[in-house]
């Protein structure tokens, strides 16, 4: 009798775990081909289409300013006309630390966006400059915070290379095959090509390029998209990044 229950109780597992696979395909295939008919898509959207709660969005902005900066006067006001460039609420005075020949200047602040803007100048002859944009909801359309970086950066004469990543959560647990579904998943909808693939039981990690992602590539690389367990928080998680992701995965 025992025996009998414990083999209905393994077929009930196992049908439960076929059709969330089913419908958690199906959902993925409706949604990346919605995203496959544009020309381009807003990376914020692969998030939306993978069925994911939105955890964390971080933008890095980074660039070499091209001129020295001899003086930790000269940081503190340019890190805050930075902040004022940026229309940022300044919770406080720029922090100055030394480290050797080496000067660097942090100022942070609250955007009127509802974001947490860090904006980081290194002095000397290596002049340069990262401002970082975090957020742990969700906010509406990243592009409009990477072009005010690159807005910013080119209104002093420099490039920046701007990065971002996306991070989502599903409670419970996505096995190794479900996680490939939901990765390769999404990068069809990019049309994407991969160039480097790490695949274990653990964590499914694919860097490409994808035509439909307007970010400047990086080695050839405009997308990562990565997805891991964890265990002791059981929780499945998601990274996606352009061109690559910058956070720990």
Known sequence: MRYRIWIIGMVIAVLCTVLYTDLTRERLNADSSVLGSRESVIVDELLEASGCRWTKTDISAWAVLGFEIPSGETLKEMSIEAGEALNLDMEAE???????????????????????????????????????????DRFVDSQIVTNQLDEYFHSINTIPRITTTFVGDLQGELNAGQR?????????????????????????????????????????????????????????????GTPVITTEY
């Open 94 to 136: 720029p922090i100055l630390e030394k480290y050797g020949e080496t000067m660097e200047i942090n100022l942070q602040g609250n955007g009127k966006n509802g974001l947490k803007y860090d904006i980081i100048i290194v002095g000397g002859k290596n002049a340069h400059m990262i401002i970082n944009v975090l957020s742990n």
């Open 180 to 240: 490939q579904t939901l990765v390769r998943s999404l990068i069809r909808g990019l049309k994407g090509s991969a160039i480097q693939s790490m695949v274990d039981d653990r964590l499914i990690s694919i860097a490409g390029y994808s035509p439909m992602v307007e970010t400047s590539p990086m080695d050839g690389i405009n997308f990562q998209i990565a997805s891991r367990y964890n265990e002791y928080m059981d929780k499945t998680y998601l990274w996606i």
